[in-house]
């Protein structure tokens, strides 16, 4: 392995890291605040793929700027967010938060059926590509090595903006401290006045909005098919697993984690390139059973 | 109480008899109750309150060996494949259990729906092994030293998972009825306790995660041999998906749901993706949403009720269908 394979498989590992972390931070933030792990988030990450495919060809049909694809990453985001999550919780998770954990389970589980094939129904099931955005900010050489600005520097940039904003927004705003509050102890948090369906009702849009996020940023740089959603939801429940759930930052860190483990593995024995997330997160999970970050909770008798 | 007798007894013989009323029907039954013998593994684990989104693997790992037997060693014994095809799926069954039985819940569902992609993903990749996406041949083995022809072979296999799912739905229940199992469901009901008592829960859970790992090989090894052909699809989660799906809308928990489950489940299959094969996983997840939450007991909670109130007696705790 020479300096220039193990750069290309040290930025690859970085952009990737960067992706993976949008899907995985939303699943995490879900499950930390409604105890739900959301199996139709990988249909999010989907769909906002989709989305943002399909918005950004009609704004180049039309004759706007490349540039214009930036924007509407975040509309498909916002759109995944508030148009499929906020219905899912609102019609379906709400009815089923005191059922024990296998029946909410099945519940995403069912929903994460249902999407995979209204992906199929309205996007068909040819590849879409669109590479505009990539194209639109260029290259930049690094140690003689090219590599897209998008996934180099603009991906990355977005990771970070995210977990600081994250962190930001549940420490230091109103509503971050009421979703605190409601994942601390709902019933107390309802005795005081917070209104715990709607804070469970922004947690679980904002989740699902980073889903459709973590989609449209990887739309550029990957083709959009049927089947990456569920790839996407085993690969982030991994990220989100070995961290320790319900743990933001430690998802940034075994994020950057399995997609330099993975993207290594593709230089070095490409066909283990899907193996070594699993592998990352059954060592851990074997060594620390709740996870990097996580506590073991103390039993309740 | 005869006609809770009367009606089991009366759905097997019209199953016995379709080789010869319906032999239209004799292959969609067979593969059905292989189908079955598979989701009763996954209902097992529904009694102790676990769901499993990758117990394909077993299914598949079944197959897959069968298909490695078969081509390494031509003509093999029919009676030697379903062995060694079912101890591999219980070997197996074994190394990940060891593994995933320290975990509950979402954990529990989600790792094995991992190790299942691991081995989909094997399978996929290492083509100069496994035949990639275009899978093995599993030719026809022989059956006490005889090369049958198509016909024959196809009625003693359909004979044979008659047989097992019989034999293997009756072990089940009693499985259930025994120490170990009684210890298993407790898992669902009230693990601490377990502990308490000075039991395992692990050494337990274990237990009935390689019943399920070897119901769920069995069910994969038929479903290899009489298609003639293994591919990776059989590890693939949707397969999963699929158990769980019957599992549920059989009645969760329930044996003989699992079959009644399994054959419905076919049949609608078949007929109904000729005009919905586009939306098939939809229609599948909204009624899986829909018995989730009006019907969580499932066809059997169903068929129960309809018989309760026909003999004009209350459901008391024995009238439960296994």
């Given at each position: 392995m020479n300096l220039t394979i193990f750069l290309l498989a040290l930025f690859d590992g970085i952009a990737y890291a960067a992706l993976v972390f949008s899907v995985a931070v939303g699943l995490t933030l879900i499950f930390g605040v409604m105890?739900?792990?959301?199996?139709a988030h990988g249909s999010l990450y989907a769909v906002g793929a989709y989305l943002t495919a399909t918005l950004t060809g009609y704004a180049l049909a039309l004759?706007?700027?490349?540039?214009?694809a930036f924007p509407l990453m975040i509309a498909s985001a916002v759109l995944v967010g508030v148009l499929v999550g906020g219905p899912i919780e609102w019609l379906l998770l709400r009815r089923i938060y005191n059922k024990p954990e296998v029946l909410q389970l099945l519940v995403t589980f069912a929903v994460f059926m249902i999407l995979e094939d209204v992906q199929r129904l309205v996007w068909g099931t040819q590849p879409y590509f669109q590479a505009a955005a990539l194209q639109a900010l260029g290259m930049v050489r690094v140690f003689g090595v090219n590599y897209t600005v998008y996934q180099l520097i603009l991906l990355p940039l977005l990771a970070l903006t995210l977990l600081v904003g994250l962190r930001f927004f549940l420490r230091h705003t109103i509503l971050g401290k009421l979703i605190l509050a409601t994942t601390e102890d709902r019933e107390a948090a309802q005795s005081i006045g917070i209104n715990a369906d709607k804070v469970f009702l922004v947690t679980f849009i904002v989740g699902a909005a980073l889903a459709g996020l973590g989609g449209a940023l990887a739309s550029p740089t990957t083709s959009i098919l049927p089947g990456m959603g569920a790839d996407m939801i085993v690969l982030s429940f991994a990220v989100v697993a070995t961290a320790g759930l319900g743990q933001i930052e430690g998802a940034a860190f075994t994020a950057l984690l399995i997609g330099l483990g993975r993207s290594f593995a593709v230089y070095?024995?490409?066909?283990?390139a899907v193996l070594v997330p699993y592998l990352i997160m059954l060592i851990v999970l074997l060594v620390r059973p709740e996870g990097l970050f996580g506590s073991p909770t103390a039993r309740k008798i | 109480m005869t006609l809770r007798l009367a009606i089991p007894a009366l759905l097997i013989l019209a199953v016995a008899a379709i080789p010869f009323a319906?032999?239209?029907?004799q292959l969609l039954m067979n593969l059905a109750l292989a189908k079955g013998i598979a989701v009763v593994g996954v209902t097992v684990l529904l009694r102790a309150g676990q769901v499993s989104f990758g117990h394909a693997l077993y299914f598949a790992i079944a197959a897959y060996a069968a298909a490695f037997l078969s081509a390494s060693m031509?003509?093999?014994d029919l009676a030697l494949v379903l062995l060694v095809a079912i101890s591999g799926a219980v070997l197996s069954g074994i190394v990940v259990g060891l593994f995933v039985v320290r975990y509950r819940g979402i954990f529990f569902g989600m790792l094995n729906l991992a190790f299942s992609m691991i081995f989909w993903s094997i399978l996929e990749k290492f083509?100069?092994?496994?035949?990639?996406?275009?899978g093995i041949r599993l030719p026809r083995p022989t059956v006490f030293g005889m090369a049958l022809e198509r016909g024959p072979f196809e009625l003693i296999m359909f004979y044979l998972s008659v047989a097992l799912v019989l034999l293997l739905g009756w072990f089940t229940i009693r499985w259930f009825a025994s120490p170990t199992g009684q210890i298993f469901q407790t898992i669902k009901t009230n693990e601490t306790r377990l502990q308490y008592l000075g039991v395992s829960p692990q050494r337990a859970l274990l237990s009935g995660y390689i019943l399920s790992a070897a119901l769920c090989g069995t069910g994969g090894v038929i479903m290899g041999i009489v298609q003639g052909v293994v591919t990776p699809e059989f590890a693939w989660w949707i397969r999963s998906g699929e158990m769980v799906f019957i599992a549920v809308l059989g009645g969760a928990g329930s044996v003989a749901g699992a079959f009644v489950g399994a054959v419905i489940y076919e049949a609608v299959r078949v007929y109904a993706s000729a005009f919905a094969g586009d939306i098939w996983q939809l229609v599948l997840g909204g009624f899986l949403l829909v018995i989730i939450l009006?019907?969580?007991?499932?066809v059997i909670g169903i068929y129960d009720a309809a018989l309760a109130r026909l003999t004009g007696k209350g459901l008391t705790g024995k009238g439960r269908s296994e």
């Amino acid at each position: 392995m020479n300096l220039t394979i193990f750069l290309l498989a040290l930025f690859d590992g970085i952009a990737y890291a960067a992706l993976v972390f949008s899907v995985a931070v939303g699943l995490t933030l879900i499950f930390g605040v409604m105890r739900i792990l959301n199996v139709a988030h990988g249909s999010l990450y989907a769909v906002g793929a989709y989305l943002t495919a399909t918005l950004t060809g009609y704004a180049l049909a039309l004759g706007f700027a490349p540039l214009l694809a930036f924007p509407l990453m975040i509309a498909s985001a916002v759109l995944v967010g508030v148009l499929v999550g906020g219905p899912i919780e609102w019609l379906l998770l709400r009815r089923i938060y005191n059922k024990p954990e296998v029946l909410q389970l099945l519940v995403t589980f069912a929903v994460f059926m249902i999407l995979e094939d209204v992906q199929r129904l309205v996007w068909g099931t040819q590849p879409y590509f669109q590479a505009a955005a990539l194209q639109a900010l260029g290259m930049v050489r690094v140690f003689g090595v090219n590599y897209t600005v998008y996934q180099l520097i603009l991906l990355p940039l977005l990771a970070l903006t995210l977990l600081v904003g994250l962190r930001f927004f549940l420490r230091h705003t109103i509503l971050g401290k009421l979703i605190l509050a409601t994942t601390e102890d709902r019933e107390a948090a309802q005795s005081i006045g917070i209104n715990a369906d709607k804070v469970f009702l922004v947690t679980f849009i904002v989740g699902a909005a980073l889903a459709g996020l973590g989609g449209a940023l990887a739309s550029p740089t990957t083709s959009i098919l049927p089947g990456m959603g569920a790839d996407m939801i085993v690969l982030s429940f991994a990220v989100v697993a070995t961290a320790g759930l319900g743990q933001i930052e430690g998802a940034a860190f075994t994020a950057l984690l399995i997609g330099l483990g993975r993207s290594f593995a593709v230089y070095v024995w490409p066909e283990t390139a899907v193996l070594v997330p699993y592998l990352i997160m059954l060592i851990v999970l074997l060594v620390r059973p709740e996870g990097l970050f996580g506590s073991p909770t103390a039993r309740k008798i | 109480m005869t006609l809770r007798l009367a009606i089991p007894a009366l759905l097997i013989l019209a199953v016995a008899a379709i080789p010869f009323a319906a032999p239209q029907l004799q292959l969609l039954m067979n593969l059905a109750l292989a189908k079955g013998i598979a989701v009763v593994g996954v209902t097992v684990l529904l009694r102790a309150g676990q769901v499993s989104f990758g117990h394909a693997l077993y299914f598949a790992i079944a197959a897959y060996a069968a298909a490695f037997l078969s081509a390494s060693m031509p003509g093999a014994d029919l009676a030697l494949v379903l062995l060694v095809a079912i101890s591999g799926a219980v070997l197996s069954g074994i190394v990940v259990g060891l593994f995933v039985v320290r975990y509950r819940g979402i954990f529990f569902g989600m790792l094995n729906l991992a190790f299942s992609m691991i081995f989909w993903s094997i399978l996929e990749k290492f083509y100069h092994y496994t035949g990639g996406a275009d899978g093995i041949r599993l030719p026809r083995p022989t059956v006490f030293g005889m090369a049958l022809e198509r016909g024959p072979f196809e009625l003693i296999m359909f004979y044979l998972s008659v047989a097992l799912v019989l034999l293997l739905g009756w072990f089940t229940i009693r499985w259930f009825a025994s120490p170990t199992g009684q210890i298993f469901q407790t898992i669902k009901t009230n693990e601490t306790r377990l502990q308490y008592l000075g039991v395992s829960p692990q050494r337990a859970l274990l237990s009935g995660y390689i019943l399920s790992a070897a119901l769920c090989g069995t069910g994969g090894v038929i479903m290899g041999i009489v298609q003639g052909v293994v591919t990776p699809e059989f590890a693939w989660w949707i397969r999963s998906g699929e158990m769980v799906f019957i599992a549920v809308l059989g009645g969760a928990g329930s044996v003989a749901g699992a079959f009644v489950g399994a054959v419905i489940y076919e049949a609608v299959r078949v007929y109904a993706s000729a005009f919905a094969g586009d939306i098939w996983q939809l229609v599948l997840g909204g009624f899986l949403l829909v018995i989730i939450l009006f019907a969580p007991k499932g066809v059997i909670g169903i068929y129960d009720a309809a018989l309760a109130r026909l003999t004009g007696k209350g459901l008391t705790g024995k009238g439960r269908s296994e």
